[in-house]
């Protein structure tokens, strides 16, 4: 959600910090500020709305300085404004940039205001930094300050802080929210995602939980949650400067859409021998651990939830495995009942979604002995709390919509279906079949793909309307809830799904000649049950587009449109396909409706807060 930058350095480090906040400006924000250290004074510009307003006002008010915090703001606490912004100043001494959430805060403040302390924003993060400004009083340094002081905090954060008096120093801290370390030569940065520091380092350090890292342009010490004093490795990102931009495309959204064909190769890349599943690809316990589950239990959020409510159908049709599914936020607070032969299955694009990282932790307290995520981002706060991870391989994905990293996360279920059904009823000639088709995703993606122009043409149809409702049926009803997700995310048209034979329960009193209706129609036992939900619709004057199998004969009228979708030998597969062209339906729409397609409002790309 919130992006943090940070450096300190023996060069300026403002334009530094203004290009790692324009590599974070895809996970979401409404404010941006910077402060930074410059003759002993602490110098602070902050402005409401984007990155470039920041930039403006620097080029009419230039600061400079060695050492500095950034931030990008996605409200909580308070509405979108200049006084709300990041960087938080006590005493105009110490600032403070935060990400999480202070669940304590109203009772902080008002400890802090009987301390003499006037509050100018409505933001929780401001008792944070007037919390260290007390604490200095009585510490031996800013280090000391710091710790002595999230000892009061309660909830989620990742802090950088800096104080004048101490120009050469820089704290950082996490808690339930990423931040990284980027480790240059003779200068530090710190980051809430890799892609913030890709221009001046590729080599990171992973903060644990409750880590305190006190930073220096020569040093770097981190101190554990008991104070002690911990290495932390280093790492070499593969992700380079060139590969989070968005190339020849218009928008990140539409890359990664079609990028799809390579990410998708790049995670059943090294994994399968002989066209057969290795189980090392998911740890090397992962067989032990295989051997011992008899159910399995999914927890995601929002776009993984879908992927997730697709397993279900894969894991109990397939491979005849119990497997129930959760929305983690609902999950924590439903009192589960969990057996210690279940197997926790996350999945989560970034590895940091709070809801899905506290379910998982949930979890574990009721009693799950075994743990899986699928995750798209290595060293994430869920691959560390897992023990067994499968990686996606997806690549950066920038977009706030998620493409590339659904389809991915789809093939990464399938194969654990795979691994886990060959110990219950998945027979080794349908795993033979499957693990086939899945290798010739990529290219019947790329003939999907070239539906590009028709379903561009298609969008027209939604230039002026404001509600469509989506439908299909068995896996094909969570593809049609994702669709409906992807066009309500970024052309904030009011689109909703349904499994297709509800419609008599309900919806049908909102089909009419204004409502455009979008069917998922793959050649499988379904169809013909399929086909009589089309004829209620158009019986009553509803605007069918139905995404068919070109195998089929249907014929188009008044009330029908048909875009024909490649033939599937193997409908097992047939989601992940079926998946792409309402992916291009919503990106077509979004810009005839003139939105910010990469950065949708009120949306942030990671949510790292409950």
Wanted: with cysteine; hydrophobic share 40%; net charge negative.
């Amino acid at each position: 959600m919130c992006g943090i930058v940070g450096g300190i350095a023996q060069r300026n480090v403002v334009p530094i910090l203004i290009e790692g906040l324009k590599r974070l400006e895809y996970r979401g924000y409404d404010s941006a500020g910077l402060a930074v250290i410059d003759n002993n004074e602490l110098q602070r510009h902050r402005e409401l709305g984007k990155v470039a307003g920041l930039e403006v006002l620097l080029d009419k008010q230039p600061i400079r300085g060695n050492t500095g915090i950034a931030h990008t703001r996605w409200a909580t606490h308070g509405k979108p404004s200049r006084d709300n912004a990041h960087p938080h100043i006590s005493g105009d001494k110490v600032a403070v940039v935060h990400n999480g959430i202070i669940e304590n805060h109203q009772q902080l403040k008002i400890e802090q205001e009987a301390n003499g302390y006037k509050f100018n924003s409505e933001t929780d993060t401001e008792v944070i930094v007037h919390q260290i400004h007390w604490q200095l009083n009585n510490s031996k340094n800013l280090l000391d300050a710091v710790q002595k002081s999230i000892t009061h905090l309660e909830g989620a954060y990742a802090l950088g802080v800096v104080c004048k008096d101490e120009p050469d120093t820089l704290i950082a801290c996490r808690k339930g929210s990423p931040l990284v370390i980027g480790v240059g030569i003779e200068e530090y940065f710190i980051a809430s995602d890799v892609a913030a520091l890709l221009p001046v380092t590729r080599r990171f350090i992973f903060l644990e939980e409750d880590d305190v890292a006190e930073i220096k342009v020569d040093s770097l010490t981190i101190y554990n949650a008991a104070g002690e004093v911990v290495e932390r490795e280093i790492k070499e990102s593969q992700l380079t400067a060139e590969s989070t931009g968005k190339g020849e495309y218009r928008h990140y959204m539409l890359k990664e859409i079609y990028q799809q064909p390579q990410a998708i190769a790049a995670t059943l890349a090294g994994r399968f021998v002989n066209n057969e599943l290795q189980e090392n690809a998911f740890g090397h316990q992962a067989e032990a651990v295989f051997d011992s589950i008899k159910s399995v239990q999914i927890i995601a959020c929002g776009t993984s939830y879908h992927a997730g409510l697709i397993a279900r159908y894969w894991f109990e049709k397939l491979a005849r495995v119990p497997c129930n599914i959760d929305v983690a936020s609902e999950f924590r607070y439903r009192s589960p009942v969990i057996s210690e032969d279940t197997l926790i299955v996350t999945i989560s694009q970034s590895g940091e979604t709070a809801d899905t990282l506290a379910a998982l932790k949930e979890a574990k307290a009721l009693g799950a002995k075994h743990s899986l995520v699928i995750c798209n981002v290595p060293e994430s706060s869920l691959v560390r709390e897992s023990e067994l991870v499968l990686m996606t391989k997806a690549g950066a994905e920038i977009g706030v919509a998620s493409t590339k990293a659904f389809t991915t996360q789809l093939v990464g279920l399938m194969m654990l279906v795979i691994a886990i059904g060959r110990r219950f009823q998945l027979s080794e000639e349908l795993e033979e079949k499957i693990s086939t088709a899945l290798f010739t995703l990529p290219e019947k993606i790329q003939h999907v793909l070239e539906l590009d122009e028709p379903i561009k043409q298609l969008s027209e149809q939604f230039a002026e309307k404001q509600h469509a409702l989506f439908l299909g049926r068995g896996t094909h009803y969570p593809v049609a809830m994702e669709g409906a997700l992807k066009l309500k995310e970024i052309s904030y048209i009011h689109a909703e799904a349904y499994p297709a034979g509800e419609l008599k329960h309900g919806p049908l009193a909102l089909i009419d000649s204004e409502m455009p209706v979008i069917i998922v129609a793959p050649n499988n036992s379904l169809l013909e049950k399929l086909k009589s939900n089309m004829q209620e619709v158009s019986a009553r004057g509803g605007q069918l587009i139905v995404f068919m199998d070109e195998s089929l004969e249907a014929v188009e009228d008044e009330n029908t449109q048909i875009i024909n979708i490649p033939s599937i030998t193997t409908n097992e597969i047939a989601p992940i396909i079926y998946t792409i062209p309402l992916q291009l339906l919503a990106y077509h729409v979004a810009i005839l409706k003139g939105t910010d397609v990469d950065q949708p409002r009120n949306l942030a790309k990671s949510v790292t807060v409950e």
